[in-house]
């Protein structure tokens, strides 16, 4: 069972599994072991989705600040080809620390994070 002051530091990390991200587009990423790695970032709760809408610029990432991340000022981080080892633990490592609004965003992420993808319905 999760405490109350345990969620209150729990980050989310939606990981896009759609069309591109997760397939053989990147044949040499490991994607289980990437989905692995973060599932083992203490503080993070992973949820594995359908297609974000980012395909040009897979695997995407989502970093969700956990509420008290988000009272301190993080704000909902995108992360584009997220497809090393380094990147992933980079993530893990982040969010483990407390992400969003309660740790700096690691030098190795600082190329990687863009703006959310306009909605299909909204650029259609």
Do not use: Y
Not at 64 to 70: D, F, I, K, L, T
Not at 99 to 120: D, E, K, N, Y
């Amino acid at each position: 069972m999760t405490t109350p002051t345990a969620a209150a530091h729990t980050c989310r990390i939606a990981v896009c599994r759609g069309c591109c991200c997760g397939t053989d587009k990147h044949p040499g990423t490991d994607h289980r072991r990437q989905l692995d790695d973060l599932r083992q970032a203490p503080r993070a709760t992973v949820t594995v989705t359908d297609c974000l809408g980012n395909c040009e610029r897979s695997n995407t990432v989502v970093v969700v600040p956990s509420p008290a991340g988000r009272t301190a000022g993080g704000r909902v981080t995108w992360l584009a080809q997220v497809l090393d080892i380094e990147t992933t633990h980079a993530v893990r490592d982040w969010v483990a620390a407390g992400g969003p609004g309660l740790a700096p965003l690691p030098q190795v992420l600082a190329r990687h994070v863009q703006q959310a993808p306009q909605s299909r319905a909204a650029a259609g």
